[in-house]
Structure formats: structure tokens, C-alpha cells
């Protein structure tokens, strides 16, 4: 997956945070809600629809994605409560 910085310039992440299963989830949420065409085709439609049933979006954004991607409503039962300790001060 190509990680654009200009979408995580308010988290400090080490290469090593990139592999993490959490960081991946986070990283497609965030791509999905403030990322560009590039950002999402460096994301992949195969990872995107791995984890949009698992992800907390805006209802309006997670709606238009699942209709783009022809995917049933699939809204997780509470937000995403990942917590990155290295979020730049």
C-alpha cells in the first residue's frame, strides 16, 4: 500500500507502523474520507473493500461508498477508538 504523508501529517509513524493491521484500517478510513484519486489507487480496491465493513465513516461517505463499490450497508457498531500514543503534539 503507497502511503501518501500528507494524510497522516498530524500522527508521528515509523516504517515499522505502516505493517500493522491497525495502521492499515485507520490509514483506509482516512483515505476514503480526505484522500485523492492517487491516494485511494495507492490503496487498492481490494484493501478498501477488506476493511469498509470494518471502518467508522461519516454516514454520507460511507454510503457513497458503498455505492460505488455496489456493497450492502455495512455500518461496524461503534467508531473506530484506535489510539495512536505518537500523535504530533
Excluded at 507502523?17 to 484519486?37: H, I, K, P, Q, S
Excluded at 489507487?41 to 484493501?47: I, L
Amino acid at each position: 500500500m503507497k502511503i501518501n504523508k500528507r494524510l497522516i501529517w498530524d500522527y508521528e509513524f515509523t516504517e515499522k507502523d505502516f505493517e500493522t493491521e491497525t495502521f492499515r484500517r485507520w490509514y483506509v478510513a482516512r483515505a476514503l474520507t480526505n484522500g485523492t484519486l492517487d491516494d485511494l489507487q495507492g490503496v487498492g480496491q481490494k484493501m478498501i473493500r477488506r476493511y469498509l465493513p470494518q471502518i467508522w465513516l461519516p454516514a454520507a461517505i460511507r454510503h457513497f461508498w458503498e455505492w460505488f463499490f455496489g456493497l450492502p450497508h455495512a455500518q461496524p457498531s461503534k467508531p473506530d477508538t484506535y489510539y495512536f500514543p505518537n500523535r504530533a503534539a
